[in-house]
Each structure stands twice: as structure tokens, then as C-alpha cells.
């Protein structure tokens, strides 16, 4: 089993800058593919960013690449999204999910991922 805890949302203007972070623990956290997910009412939970167990690959959906970057640290059983460039659209709840992977194949569809926290409400204002 593998606890997921994300933290760092909140309420930002448009424009503002957040960084979620998502710590692990149980198993070992380097061999897992993490992602992170987003979700607003009425919608299906959707992929936003992904890195590989090492770090050494990462993937985004359209509208966030080149405004969110994710990274990871093993040491500390945990991965980041920078999330820079606000907008409001980016408003929803944040999950970070992880998949036991030792590939550089980032999976974006969420049934793939066997962990998930609880959840990290980001708003943003215009």
C-alpha cells in the first residue's frame, strides 16, 4: 500500500503562481509512476502532468505545458507541480496518483493508477 498526501492549494489571482506537493509513504516511492489530475464538478477527472520513476521522463496536457512543471524527489517520497501562469480555468480539485512502474511510459488515463490522495482544492480568481 502507498498514502498519497497532497498540499499547497489554495485560493490565487489569475496570473499567480502555486507549487502542490504530493508525499508518500509505505512502499518504495522511486519505483512508482506518479501523475498529477485535476477535477471540477460534473466532469471526469482529468490528466494533467506525469513523470517517470526517475524523474527522467514527464508529459502535459496541452493547456498547462509551458506554465506547470512536475518533478520529484525520491529522497523525499515526494513529487511537485509548479504551477505558474494561473488561470482561471486551472481551477479544480488536484489529485496526485501513483501506478508501480519501472517504465518511461506515461500513462494519462486514471483507472491505470492503483493510489490516489485525497485531494488539494486549487482557485483561481480573475
Known amino acids: 500500500q502507498v498514502q498519497l498526501v497532497e498540499s499547497g492549494g489554495g485560493l490565487v489571482q489569475a496570473g499567480g503562481s502555486l507549487r502542490l506537493s504530493c508525499t508518500a509513504s509505505?512502499?518504495?516511492?522511486?519505483?512508482?509512476?506518479m501523475g498529477w489530475f485535476r477535477q471540477t464538478p460534473g466532469r471526469e477527472r482529468e490528466f494533467v502532468a506525469g513523470?517517470?520513476?526517475?524523474?527522467?521522463?514527464?508529459y502535459y496536457i496541452n493547456s498547462v505545458r509551458g506554465r506547470f512543471t512536475i518533478s520529484r524527489d525520491n529522497a523525499k517520497n515526494t513529487v511537485y507541480l509548479q504551477m505558474n501562469s494561473l488561470k482561471p480555468e486551472d481551477t479544480a480539485v488536484y489529485y496526485c496518483?501513483?501506478?508501480?512502474?519501472?517504465?518511461?511510459?506515461?500513462?494519462?488515463?486514471?483507472?491505470?493508477?492503483?493510489?490516489w490522495g485525497q485531494g488539494t482544492q486549487v482557485t483561481v480568481s480573475s
Open positions: 509505505g512502499r518504495t516511492f522511486s519505483n512508482y509512476l
Open positions: 513523470i517517470s520513476w526517475r524523474g527522467g521522463t514527464t
Open positions: 496518483a501513483a501506478e508501480p512502474s519501472i517504465s518511461t511510459v506515461i500513462h494519462t488515463t486514471p483507472s491505470v493508477y492503483d493510489y
